[in-house]
């Protein structure tokens, strides 16, 4: 904790034990998980603070590390699976945020089949119309649409542990988007049909080739 400006903290805002207790939920609690025993000198303080530092600090900075060993839950898993009231056939029509998952550098979006309480997730693979894209702030946008049928790579997995276990990374579908007098249209191609650039966890994005690789400046952005 920083001991600069201590007097204008207090008397701004008050005692610090309110500051101390109100961050992340009441801090304290995470201090008296690291105290089995305590002792009044500098020493023994700055053994906490080290032990905090180590377990909570470093823990919270690498959360959103997409190689982090960090245990997760079906709950709060890096993708969404689909409620059976969502039409596969219309969700690219829409122009809204999509998530997925990546499996041996495919893509898919997932689709819970009856709900609440059933395990099944069917995957069906994203395939891009390349040849009606283009590039926007080096990024590149091209319509997309899902893959059916028993030909068509699909994957039907036993639950969320089980997805996230043959998921290597996870994406995001982010529209294009323009702004027409302060309001917000989606761009479509000439099919009427959205736009969308793919932004991995991985911080990878998709080029015009078809690839997932890590985004590099074009000659035009380099030529401006």
Same mark, same amino acid.
């Given at each position: 904790?920083?001991?600069?400006?201590?007097?204008?903290?207090?008397?701004?805002?008050?005692?610090?034990?309110?500051?101390?207790?109100?961050?992340?939920?009441?801090?304290?609690?995470?201090?008296?998980?690291?105290?089995?025993?305590?002792?009044?000198?500098?020493?023994?303080?700055?053994?906490?603070?080290?032990?905090?530092?180590?377990?909570?600090?470093?823990?919270?900075?690498? #959360?959103?590390?997409?190689?982090?060993?960090?245990?997760?839950?079906?709950? @709060?898993?890096?993708?969404?699976?689909?409620?059976?009231?969502?039409?596969?056939?219309?969700?690219?029509?829409?122009?809204?945020?999509?998530?997925?998952?990546?499996?041996?550098?495919?893509?898919?979006?997932?689709?819970?089949?009856? &709900?609440?309480?059933?395990? @099944?997730?069917?995957?069906?693979?994203?395939?891009?119309?390349?040849?009606?894209?283009?590039?926007?702030?080096?990024?590149?946008?091209?319509?997309? #649409?899902?893959?059916? &049928?028993?030909?068509?790579?699909?994957? @039907?997995?036993? &639950?969320?542990?089980?997805?996230?276990?043959?998921?290597?990374?996870?994406?995001?579908?982010?529209?294009?988007?323009?702004?027409?007098? #302060?309001? @917000?249209?989606?761009?479509?191609?000439?099919? &009427?049909?959205?736009?969308?650039?793919?932004?991995?966890?991985?911080?990878?994005?998709?080029?015009?080739?078809?690839?997932?690789?890590?985004?590099?400046?074009?000659?035009?952005?380099?030529?401006?």
């Amino acid at each position: 904790m920083s001991l600069l400006n201590v007097k204008e903290a207090i008397d701004k805002y008050g005692s610090f034990r309110d500051l101390w207790e109100g961050d992340c939920e009441g801090y304290i609690q995470y201090v008296k998980g690291e105290m089995n025993i305590m002792r009044h000198n500098d020493k023994f303080l700055q053994t906490i603070l080290r032990k905090l530092l180590r377990s909570s600090y470093l823990n919270h900075l690498n #959360e959103d590390n997409p190689f982090s060993e960090r245990k997760q839950y079906a709950r @709060t898993l890096n993708f969404k699976v689909y409620s059976p009231s969502t039409n596969p056939n219309e969700i690219l029509d829409k122009g809204d945020i999509i998530c997925g998952v990546i499996i041996k550098e495919k893509m898919f979006l997932c689709f819970d089949t009856h &709900g609440r309480g059933n395990t @099944t997730i069917n995957l069906h693979p994203l395939k891009f119309k390349d040849s009606k894209g283009l590039w926007r702030y080096n990024l590149w946008y091209a319509p997309g #649409e899902l893959s059916f &049928g028993e030909n068509q790579h699909s994957i @039907t997995c036993h &639950g969320r542990d089980d997805l996230a276990k043959l998921s290597s990374d996870y994406f995001i579908l982010l529209p294009i988007i323009h702004l027409i007098n #302060e309001g @917000t249209n989606i761009e479509k191609n000439r099919s &009427g049909y959205p736009m969308y650039t793919v932004l991995c966890r991985s911080w990878r994005v998709r080029d015009s080739e078809g690839r997932l690789a890590l985004p590099l400046p074009r000659d035009d952005i380099l030529n401006v």
